[in-house]
């Protein structure tokens, strides 16, 4: 356990492909959200989303001014993204991203929340964000149906050789 564990970001087409169960890439991702999960309860990792991208899957596309206010202040730790601690987005962030003509803005934002926030790994399924200077998760490919206890093929919690539970090392 650490004080301070390394961050993993969970970017918005990763996020669309866990919500969505109708998505291509569904059960790999639900697999390696499970995975990451367990990282998580071991205090091995913070899940992080940028919070734009977080509040659309917990309030909707287009949730009214207070909404949006009081959602970082009280955000409901019920969905299936629960443990994943929104980024707040600032005005700083906007105006920066204003400024960058050359990739789509949610990417953007995306990679400049890395930055800012010191994130080195991130969960995505969009192929675009290998050209940048983060690690990217592995996707894990699920040995049964997703929602069966035993989901990945390399679970964290089996014991190892020696008797001992993996723990994880981490670069991040």
Do not use: N
Request: aromatic share 6%; glycine share 6%.
């Amino acid at each position: 356990m650490s004080l301070d564990p390394p961050k993993v970001m969970l970017e918005v087409s990763f996020l669309t492909a866990v919500a969505d169960s109708t998505h291509a890439q569904h059960d790999v991702c639900v697999a390696t959200y499970l995975h990451l999960v367990r990282e998580y309860e071991h205090e091995r990792l913070l899940l992080v989303a940028v919070g734009d991208h977080l509040r659309t899957f917990d309030l909707g596309e287009s949730p009214d001014e207070v909404e949006r206010t009081l959602w970082f202040m009280r955000r409901r730790r019920s969905t299936v993204f629960a443990p994943v601690d929104p980024l707040h987005v600032a005005w700083q962030h906007r105006r920066a991203i204003g400024r960058m003509h050359d990739m789509p803005s949610a990417r953007g934002l995306t990679v400049l929340m890395c930055e800012r926030h010191k994130v080195r790994r991130i969960a995505t399924v969009d192929p675009a964000f290998a050209e940048f200077a983060l690690q990217i998760v592995e996707l894990i490919e699920p040995v049964g149906p997703v929602g069966d206890a035993e989901v990945a093929a390399d679970s964290p919690d089996e014991p190892g050789p020696d008797g001992d539970a993996e723990v994880a090392a981490d670069a991040g």
